[in-house]
């Protein structure tokens, strides 16, 4: 009789434990989604894009109150993001490894610098939202810098949306919003800051293919 309560005792600290570690685990959210193609009028310049390690990695992790943690990954969906821009905003387009190219006019080089988030937890409300700051800097053909600007972009989603899926789903969803904003707002800064309208007036043409 003993050695029964001593293996069934056994079994339920094992099943607590196992409980236990399993709520402590941190929720992952990943972003890899493809992103359409903008239909805007094309920019007469060839514009590589340089996507560093620290960007293509980019993970942003954070306890809350509650001692839930959360890890947000944005860094997998920056290739088809960016990749989307290239195709719908220039002529011509392409990923290079540096701030310079002999095939293009300019190098746009992007870095997260924020990115924060709420819950429905903590606002009181039925949704999700994610926050993200960028820094863009763009360089000339001879590697000079043109200009360095910031953009922020916002998402939410409804989790009430999601009810039968969990939060997860839910604040993947505010973050690609948030990433689809940051698009949107790009197309519309990119043509009015004073420093690149200058430089498309002066490479107006592109290099040739």
């Known amino acids: 009789?003993?050695?029964?309560?001593?293996?069934a005792c056994l079994a339920i600290t094992l099943v607590?434990?196992?409980l236990?570690?399993?709520?402590?685990?941190?929720?992952r959210v990943s972003v890899?989604?493809?992103?359409?193609?903008?239909?805007?009028?094309?920019?007469?310049?060839?514009?590589?894009?340089?996507?560093?390690?620290?960007?293509?990695?980019?993970?942003?992790?954070?306890?809350?109150?509650?001692?839930?943690?959360?890890?947000?990954?944005?860094?997998?969906?920056q290739t088809a993001m960016f990749q989307s821009l290239l195709a719908g905003m220039f002529e011509r387009g392409e990923f290079v490894t540096g701030t310079t190219s002999a095939n293009v006019d300019g190098v746009l080089v992007p870095s997260i610098e924020e990115l924060q988030f709420s819950t429905p937890d903590q606002t009181r409300t039925d949704y999700?939202?994610?926050?993200?700051?960028?820094?863009m800097k763009l360089y000339g053909r001879n590697g000079e810098l043109v200009a360095d600007w910031p953009l922020t972009a916002y998402g939410q989603s409804n989790s009430r949306n999601f009810s039968m899926q969990g939060q997860e789903p839910a604040l993947q969803a505010a973050a690609l919003a948030a990433c689809r904003d940051?698009?949107?707002?790009?197309?519309?800064?990119?043509?009015?800051?004073?420093a690149i309208q200058e430089?498309?007036?002066?490479?107006?043409?592109?290099?040739s293919a």
């Open 32 to 77: 890899t989604q493809q992103f359409p193609v903008p239909v805007v009028e094309r920019l007469p310049v060839a514009m590589g894009i340089w996507l560093d390690e620290a960007l293509l990695a980019h993970a942003h992790t954070e306890e809350l109150e509650s001692g839930k943690e959360w890890q947000i990954e944005l860094g997998s969906a």
């Open 1 to 7: 009789m003993q050695v029964w309560r001593n293996s």
């Open 128 to 135: 999700f939202e994610v926050w993200i700051r960028y820094q």
């Open 199 to 207: 430089w498309l007036a002066a490479n107006g043409q592109g290099p």
């Open 182 to 194: 940051a698009m949107a707002f790009f197309i519309v800064q990119f043509r009015s800051i004073p």
């Open 16 to 18: 607590i434990a196992l």
């Open 20 to 27: 236990t570690a399993t709520g402590c685990g941190a929720s």
